[in-house]
């Protein structure tokens, strides 16, 4: 399949290298040029164990390519992911959506052919509707399904996460939509990894109910270390202790200095 990774940043440049991994054809796209004068070069902006073997890889097996000018990849692609930041807003803490619906417009005037325009970045809920909206306004005769796909890496791990998920959540109700990210995800799916389909609405609020979850296992886990401070427990004993209960499970119940990172503080929020 060929697909165009719009922002090459931590998400779009792992994920596109993973997808050309996978065999796809993957364009990732950034508005950075020096960025991407350096991965053309062979240099990998983050750091990420093992990332940038895996870009050398399939930048040689011509799998993948870097590039500043949307319109060319777009209009080839049959999947447009959209992976660009959502900063916290400031004043409001609301999630900045302009490059988001920035991306949208530039996406709109480069459609051809039937493509599915996937939301991967962390966006609040209703925000597919609004990139539909722009993309039908811009370009009402664009063949185009708009999904949501959220992204559940975490920077460290990112390629592992990527390859073998927990889950991959796809959000539309549309059967192409459905059957050209199934493709995507093809690969994985062949590996037992879960496929979720659901409504792009669910799968937007699956992303944010997640890491709140994840971000309140810690917070609790700290109040307990509070508490088992004053009252002369052993905080890594009661976590295992409640950790075991299959319902409750050990992962994220390391007591600690809070929650940080680029993603909990501003998607709590
Ligand atoms: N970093 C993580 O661990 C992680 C994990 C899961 C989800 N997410 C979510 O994924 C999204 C992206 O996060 P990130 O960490 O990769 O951000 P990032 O800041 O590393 O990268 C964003 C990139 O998008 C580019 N960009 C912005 N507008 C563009 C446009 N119109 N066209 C082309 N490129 C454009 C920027 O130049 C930048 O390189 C966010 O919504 C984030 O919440 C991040």
Known sequence: MRIAMIGTGYVGLVSGACLADFGHH??????????????RRGE????????????????????????????APVAEADAVFIAVGTPSRRGDGHADLTYVYSAAREIAAALS????????STVPVGTGDE???????????????????????????????????DRIVVGTSDE???????????????NQAPMMYTARRTAELIKYAANAFLATKITFINEIA????KVGADVQEVARGIGLDNRIGTKFLHAGPGFGGSCFPKDTR
């Open 26 to 39: 993957v364009i990732c796209v950034d508005k950075d040029a020096s960025k991407i004068e350096a991965l």
């Open 44 to 71: 990998i902006p983050i750091f990420e164990p093992g990332l940038d073997a895996l870009v050398a890889s399939n930048v040689k097996a011509k799998r993948l390519d870097f590039t500043t000018e949307l319109a």
């Open 113 to 120: 052919g039937f493509t599915v325009v996937v939301t991967k």
């Open 131 to 165: 990139v539909e909206r722009l993309i039908r306004e811009a370009n009402p005769s664009a063949d185009v399904v708009v999904a949501s796909n959220p992204e559940f890496l975490r920077e460290g791990a990112a390629i592992r996460d990527f390859k073998f998920p």
């Open 176 to 190: 192409r939509g459905r059957k050209v990210l199934g493709d995507v995800y093809r690969p994985l799916s062949l």
């Open 226 to 229: 509070d508490l088992s401070e």
